[in-house]
């Protein structure tokens, strides 16, 4: 890959392509073959404006460790999701510089995402959660908007069980540009805050609730079916997700 990359420099030195068409080869150029079985984009920020994160379920110790050293070998703040207990404090470890958050599921090398509460709850994007069983999804969403650069905050447990919670927080809402909103059970805080306020609203269903809510599939369902306005949904626990579509919709 470095070869290929050396020859596209060399047409440009020859004129045999210019700087704008360098730079169009050079995005689709660059990855990273390694031997545990990963292939890691290196070149995706320059593509798409947000780069390689690293996906922990069913991957090995050994996996996620080569991909963390790659991608910080190459110049690039790491972020690793959806970590088990034993993976981030094996992460942890072997990158003390790092931080890992065991609540939300992430590790970070390279920036410092202050996960810790209090967590501010006036921001540009806020996210909103109806219970605090909802928080590792949304804390997911929050560690993976700072890790995008994104003004992130975080108002928790204010769901349809006690609407008057919202009430304080009815200014800051107000005045974000978005809403990512977290919830379970039914799924109702989205049609709600979509309802009371003019935002886009970023609604994520989890997988939190007793038998019929199967999953998370009735909060999915219920979001997906709202007759409230400008809701557009992600998929079940999908935090990182809303973060990477928020992050394109303000800043970009």
Same mark, same amino acid.
């Given at each position: 890959?470095?070869?290929?990359?050396?020859?596209?420099?060399?047409?440009?030195?020859?004129?045999?392509?210019?700087?704008?068409?360098?730079?169009?080869?050079?995005?689709?150029?660059?990855?990273?073959?390694?031997?545990?079985?990963?292939?890691?984009?290196?070149?995706?920020?320059?593509?798409?404006?947000?780069?390689?994160?690293?996906?922990?379920?069913?991957?090995?110790?050994?996996?996620?460790?080569?991909?963390?050293?790659?991608?910080?070998?190459?110049?690039?703040?790491?972020?690793?999701?959806?970590?088990?207990?034993?993976?981030?404090?094996?992460?942890?470890?072997?990158?003390?510089?790092?931080?890992?958050?065991?609540?939300?599921?992430?590790?970070?090398?390279?920036?410092?995402?202050?996960?810790?509460?209090?967590?501010?709850? =006036? @921001?540009?994007? $806020?996210? +909103?959660? *109806? !219970?605090?069983?909802?928080?590792?999804?949304?804390?997911? &969403?929050?560690?993976? #908007?700072?890790?995008?650069?994104?003004?992130?905050?975080?108002?928790?447990?204010?769901?349809?069980?006690?609407?008057?919670?919202?009430?304080?927080?009815?200014?800051?809402?107000? =005045? @974000?540009?978005? $809403?990512? +909103?977290? *919830? !379970?059970?039914?799924?109702?805080?989205?049609?709600?805050? &979509?309802?009371?306020? #003019?935002?886009?609203?970023?609604?994520?269903?989890?997988?939190?609730?007793?038998?019929?809510?199967?999953?998370?599939?009735?909060?999915?369902?219920?979001?997906?079916?709202?007759?409230?306005?400008?809701?557009?949904? +992600?998929?079940?626990?999908?935090?990182?997700?809303?973060?990477?579509?928020?992050?394109?919709?303000?800043?970009?």
């Amino acid at each position: 890959m470095h070869q290929s990359i050396l020859t596209i420099l060399q047409q440009v030195a020859e004129g045999q392509k210019t700087p704008e068409q360098a730079l169009q080869n050079l995005k689709l150029a660059s990855y990273q073959q390694l031997s545990s079985g990963l292939c890691l984009d290196t070149n995706r920020r320059l593509r798409t404006g947000q780069g390689e994160v690293v996906f922990a379920p069913n991957k090995s110790l050994v996996q996620l460790q080569e991909a963390t050293a790659e991608l910080s070998g190459h110049g690039h703040p790491v972020l690793v999701t959806r970590l088990t207990l034993k993976q981030g404090q094996s992460l942890a470890r072997d990158f003390p510089q790092g931080t890992f958050w065991p609540q939300s599921g992430l590790f970070c090398l390279g920036k410092d995402l202050q996960l810790e509460p209090p967590w501010p709850d =006036q @921001a540009k994007v $806020l996210v +909103v959660t *109806a !219970g605090a069983s909802d928080l590792p999804v949304a804390l997911e &969403a929050v560690g993976s #908007g700072m890790f995008f650069d994104l003004d992130i905050g975080l108002i928790p447990d204010v769901g349809v069980a006690g609407l008057h919670r919202l009430t304080p927080h009815l200014s800051a809402l107000q =005045q @974000a540009r978005l $809403l990512i +909103v977290v *919830a !379970g059970m039914e799924g109702a805080l989205p049609s709600v805050l &979509a309802g009371m306020l #003019g935002k886009p609203i970023i609604a994520v269903p989890t997988s939190v609730g007793y038998g019929v809510s199967m999953h998370g599939l009735a909060a999915l369902a219920g979001m997906l079916s709202s007759c409230a306005t400008g809701i557009a949904v +992600v998929n079940i626990d999908n935090g990182f997700g809303a973060a990477a579509m928020a992050d394109k919709l303000v800043s970009g």
